[in-house]
């Protein structure tokens, strides 16, 4: 970088093509809502057929082409923002060094010399010729010891000065070069694929990608005030309010993962967010999956004769002890992933609203962590929150996915003319089994408390400017209603209300042995239950210590209200036209009149 190039330079000009993406990413996002929520939704709820079913892949394509345009545009917008921020610092400091020499009667050349004028020191007789001085950048101890030598004894008092401005400006022109270099493969690496395909391999490059411009941009960044540390939904919403958009969209560009999981932002944000990390995430586990070699074959003749005639290979013995835990795991993700993509191509279904992914990480709390939302929780009336239990995992997501949508159906039809949100919120480590795991309360324990952060983070975006809320039922089921117990006894005693109802399905117990101690009241405390293998969990539940004093939200001293049942077992009250499922979505949908009790 030369003095005449930084000295023209015009940050803004980077600073304003940083813009043009950032509008590029916008608009790449809009056309993917539109594309998802209203085109293919549309054609999903109007017609069917083949050429309906082609129509729907090659839209279903486009979107991911939507999807990584608005990624990429993002990392490249941040990109030229830290490009420009660093080239700005530069500029700042040779624009300060000319005006020093300037207002010193020193001249600045074209190739950045410092010209000084004649002068005397005091004691000699006449003035010493001026002359023209280059400087050196780095700050080096020794050639800065050599600079206050040199000053020193030069007859030009002058000479000294014109050094350290000469000094400034190589410093800054060293700065401007470093910057370059930094930056040039950085932005040069952001160049996509001259094709149509939006490949795994082109999704782990965006990870890579974002990797190299989170380095490189950390000074800018480092000018965006973060998030407090350990902040309450409250404070995190009020962080990103007072973000500029352009600081928004480059946090989010670099930092995906974090804004996906922040409670109290819009859910909008967070979806966008977590999507972007669901496509990274899936592709490289993908290519993870791909370069396991292939599964040899399990027997082999057994040449050495007699009795078996077959044995297990050497080679799969081998290949086995390396490699099938892991496929294992990988196809876990991947089948959890596909049935989260296969729920946002559901869109339109029978007037199913779009899905917001509200979380998602394939390793949380060791089965993985996913939190969708069908509808906008910020702007629906009515929000139900519906928490899993014992064996449910990413691996296993879909059963919990069509229990949330069933919930979402049947509320939204006791209650068609207000909006009506559903969310599956597993985001705890949940038990793996019955015995001894689920007879433990520590799983709870932990899980209580997020999902009272949680529900709190719903209530800060939902907040509406006269401070209303969506009316919000939370919905535990097994294992998960003792989370939701411990989460209903969080927090402190100045926290908003984090819900309006509690509703209990085959509970082992909620930590609690009275439904007045929940927040709600007693009167907003509903539970279930069924024969079978339910009546073992909730009886297990008892004596277990799950409930306070061996009392379960079933019981009648419980105080809260019982509903009827026809749930044949203990996976039964979430069956499509179950008398089960309409009791509780009547609670969702605040149709209290319609929860048929015992």
Same mark, same amino acid.
């Given at each position: ?210 990797? +190299? =411009? %989170? &380095? ?5 960044? $480092? ?9 309450? !939904? @409250? ?96 196809? +876990? =993700? %991947? &089948? ?5 993509? $296969? ?9 199913? !609203? @779009? ?244």
């Amino acid at each position: 970088m030369d003095f005449a190039t930084l000295k023209a330079l015009k940050p803004s000009e980077f600073e304003d093509a940083a813009d043009a993406y950032r509008a590029t990413d916008e608009m790449a996002n809009a056309a993917k809502d539109t594309v998802d929520n209203q085109i293919s939704a549309g054609i999903r709820n109007q017609l069917a057929g083949a050429t309906a079913k082609a129509a729907l892949q090659e839209l279903a394509g486009l979107s991911k082409n939507f999807q990584y345009v608005q990624t990429e545009c993002g990392l490249v917008s941040t990109a030229l923002n830290g490009f420009a921020f660093d080239m700005a610092s530069a500029k700042r400091k040779l624009e300060a060094a000319i005006e020093d020499a300037q207002a010193d009667h020193c001249t600045v050349h074209a190739d950045g010399s410092v010209g000084f004028p004649a002068g005397r020191k005091p004691g000699e007789e006449k003035d010493a010729a001026g002359g023209t001085v280059t400087g050196s950048a780095g700050g080096n101890p020794t050639s800065d010891a050599l600079d206050r030598q040199a000053a020193s004894i030069h007859p030009n008092p002058h000479y000294g000065a014109a050094i350290g401005y000469a000094d400034r400006i190589a410093d800054a022109l060293q700065e401007a070069t470093d910057a370059d270099a930094k930056w040039a493969p950085k932005l040069r690496s952001l160049q996509a694929d001259d094709d149509l395909v939006v490949s795994d391999r082109d999704w782990t490059d965006v990870t890579s990608d974002r990797g +190299g =411009v %989170l &380095k490189a941009a950390d000074p800018y960044l $480092d000018s965006i005030k973060g998030p407090p540390k350990e902040a309450t !939904p @409250e404070e995190n919403a009020e962080w990103w309010k007072n973000l500029t958009p352009e600081q928004r969209a480059d946090y989010l560009a670099v930092h995906p993962n974090a804004i996906g999981s922040m409670n109290g932002l819009p859910s909008d944000i967070r979806d966008d967010a977590n999507r972007m990390v669901l496509d990274e995430t899936t592709a490289k586990y993908q290519l993870d999956l791909n370069a396991i070699p292939k599964e040899p074959a399990k027997y082999t003749p057994n040449t050495s004769g007699g009795y078996p005639a077959v044995l297990i290979s050497p080679e799969w013995q081998r290949w086995h002890a390396t490699y099938a835990d892991k496929k294992a795991r990988i196809e +876990g =993700v %991947l &089948k959890g992933s596909e049935a989260i993509r $296969d729920r946002f191509d559901r869109t339109g279904e029978g007037g199913l !609203p @779009e899905a917001y992914l509200l979380g998602f990480d394939p390793t949380g709390l060791g089965d993985g962590k996913v939190i969708l939302a069908n509808g906008n929780p910020d702007t629906a009336d009515h929000v139900g929150v519906w928490v899993p239990g014992t064996k449910a995992s990413l691996e296993s997501v879909e059963g919990d996915l069509g229990r949330v949508e069933r919930l979402w159906a049947q509320s939204h039809r006791l209650n068609p003319d207000q909006n009506v949100s559903t969310v599956l919120w597993l985001d705890y480590n949940v038990p793996d089994n019955v015995f001894p795991q689920a007879t433990r309360g520590e799983y709870a324990a932990e899980g209580g408390p997020r999902l009272h952060d949680f529900l709190q983070g719903n209530g800060v975006a939902q907040q509406a400017d006269d401070g209303s809320r969506a009316h919000t039922t939370v919905v535990g089921h097994s294992y998960g209603s003792t989370v939701v117990g411990v989460s209903a006894q969080s927090g402190s005693w100045d926290d908003p209300q984090a819900a309006d109802d509690y509703v209990f399905a085959g509970s082992p117990g909620v930590q609690a042995d009275r439904a007045a101690d929940l927040g709600a009241g007693a009167d907003h405390v509903w539970a279930m239950g069924a024969p079978w293998d339910d009546q073992i969990v909730r009886q297990g539940g008892r004596f277990m210590g799950l409930g306070d004093n061996g009392i379960i939200p079933t019981d009648e001293s419980f105080g809260g209200k019982i509903m009827t049942s026809d749930a044949g077992g203990h996976t039964g009250f979430y069956d499509d036209n179950s008398l089960s499922l309409r009791n509780q979505a009547a609670v969702i949908a605040g149709k209290y009149d319609k929860v048929i009790l015992e």
